[in-house]
């Protein structure tokens, strides 16, 4: 046998720590999940190690080190454009099944009120859903294809999409394994905070309400200055007007909770189809929704929260309000 078989591959390693057995497995620290993560965006591992190393992860659910760790490493992989930032991060990578995507007009909202919105995301990943960069075109916004373009849609219009297969193409990768594994892996989580454009301010939503805490320690390993995170609807951003919301922020390094009243007292009954123009009629004041401009108005109102342009819950819904029927006199 050849003297490479014998030699461990360098990898090995965080596969062992991970799968070393119920007594002997623990965490990575957040500078071994950042050497693991910037050796799987190099190509420097096997297939099998991949797929071993992610199942392993999912087993366990990753810590809020181990997340800080490969959000650095993908970070660390971006060739930035200089000179632009965002004011907004905004990530889009569940997709909605039950709902049109109403915060997409949020965040239309608060760019056309000179906010500027950078948002990632992905698609296609689980069948009956529909995804931003579907929704993007009906609404005459084209997503970009790489980080030079979305620097100048943010200057020329405060809003820009990039799907992750631009952003982080290895990323997009693993993400696409689900189909073959069965399971989600922890890049569901990382690509929700890669915040490429190092924004002061990000919003994030989740599906599964343990992962709250998981996404404000990892902001705060990240030295994150402004998060938001929202059990929202389908997993988006999206706050549900007809549903009390629990908001979990983190301003500098103080944890903040604020519980966000429903909107409506009786609660909507599912859209029966879901026909993305049916937003570009409601944006443009065509037609007329209750619990889409709810959705929209509530969701952008915590936006405003996050970013100190209200003082308290109810200002930043009236704040939004303003700019929603303010919308149409703009245009």
């Avoid at 930032?85 to 109403?102: E, I, N, Q």
């Amino acid at each position: 046998m050849s003297e490479a078989y014998y030699t461990e591959h360098p990898f090995a390693q965080y596969v062992r720590i991970l799968g070393k057995g119920k007594n002997g497995a623990r965490p990575l620290t957040q500078e071994e999940a950042r050497n693991a993560m910037r050796m799987i965006l190099a190509n420097e591992i096997e297939p099998v190690q991949l797929g071993a190393f992610m199942m392993l992860m999912r087993v366990k659910e990753e810590t809020s080190e181990e997340l800080a760790g490969f959000i650095q490493a993908a970070r660390d992989s971006f060739q930035l454009p200089t000179g632009i930032t965002a004011d907004l991060d905004w990530s889009s990578y569940a997709g909605k099944r039950r709902h049109l995507p109403w915060f997409i007009l949020s965040t239309l909202l608060l760019a056309e009120n000179g906010i500027k919105v950078f948002m990632h995301g992905t698609t296609g990943h689980t069948n009956g859903r529909i995804y931003t960069d579907e929704v993007l075109p009906i609404l005459g916004i084209q997503p970009a294809t790489s980080l030079n373009e979305a620097a100048q849609q943010l200057a020329s219009n405060n809003f820009s999409y990039l799907s992750l297969k631009y952003l982080a193409p290895k990323l997009q990768e693993i993400i696409d394994f689900r189909p073959l594994m069965g399971l989600r892996s922890p890049i569901h989580t990382v690509a929700r905070m890669l915040n490429p454009f190092n924004a002061d301010y990000v919003m994030q939503g989740i599906y599964h309400p343990s992962y709250r805490s998981v996404h404000q320690e990892a902001a705060l390993l990240l030295k994150q200055p402004h998060l938001a995170v929202l059990k929202g609807e389908g997993g988006e951003i999206e706050k549900d007007p007809d549903m009390e919301c629990l908001v979990q922020s983190v301003h500098q390094t103080e944890l903040v909770d604020e519980t966000w009243p429903a909107l409506f007292s009786l609660r909507h009954v599912k859209e029966d189809t879901m026909d993305p123009k049916h937003l570009l009629a409601v944006w443009r004041g065509e037609s007329r929704d209750e619990f889409g401009e709810g959705a929209t108005t509530g969701t952008a109102a915590v936006a405003l929260r996050l970013m100190g342009k209200a003082n308290h819950v109810e200002e930043a819904q009236q704040m939004a309000q303003a700019m929603w029927d303010n919308r149409i006199k703009q245009k």
